[in-house]
């Protein structure tokens, strides 16, 4: 079960990066990419890795119109489904659910903190101008790897 470390640090590494930069960058997301890919082939050959697949490209495919909408940054987008390719279509919405609650608490925390600290947040290059949805992805990721999803 050493995967998850794998995962684990990729999206902690993304993580702070997106606290301290705003940006995930374009080598993270292929890493997830490549490295989930070849855990499903791992985990049971072509037929999961297709699974593996299938879910990383429904999520590129929702998380660039969510981009185009300007809901999401593209980095956040393309990360999100280079974590999706750790786990099969089938766990697409138990994924789903892991980012959007862990975002959701994050972002009040956030915006809390934001209030507390008396942020200008019409500074654009403040550090409270934008929340860091790449920690979302990362907790939300790490959570369902760590507590048992299924993988094949």
């Not at 082939?41 to 593996?52: K, P, Q, R, Y």
């Not at 862990?102 to 934008?130: E, F, N, P």
């Amino acid at each position: 079960m050493l995967w998850p470390v794998g995962l684990s640090l990729l999206l902690i590494m993304g993580a702070i990066g997106d606290i301290r930069h705003r940006r995930l960058p374009n080598w993270l997301a292929l890493a997830l990419l490549v490295l989930g890919l070849a855990f499903g082939f791992a985990s049971g050959g072509l037929a999961v890795l297709g699974w593996h697949a299938a879910h990383a490209g429904a999520a590129l495919l929702v998380g660039m119109a969510l981009f185009a909408a300007g809901a999401i940054g593209g980095g956040d987008a393309k990360v999100y489904a280079g974590a999706a390719a750790f786990f099969p279509l089938s766990a697409g919405l138990q994924m789903l659910l892991w980012v959007t609650l862990t975002g959701g608490v994050l972002v009040l925390a956030w915006l809390i903190i934001r209030r507390l600290m008396s942020a200008d947040k019409s500074d654009k290059d403040s550090i409270y101008a934008k929340f860091p949805y790449g920690v979302a992805i990362a907790v939300g990721a790490m959570g369902l790897a760590w507590n048992g999803a299924s993988f094949a």
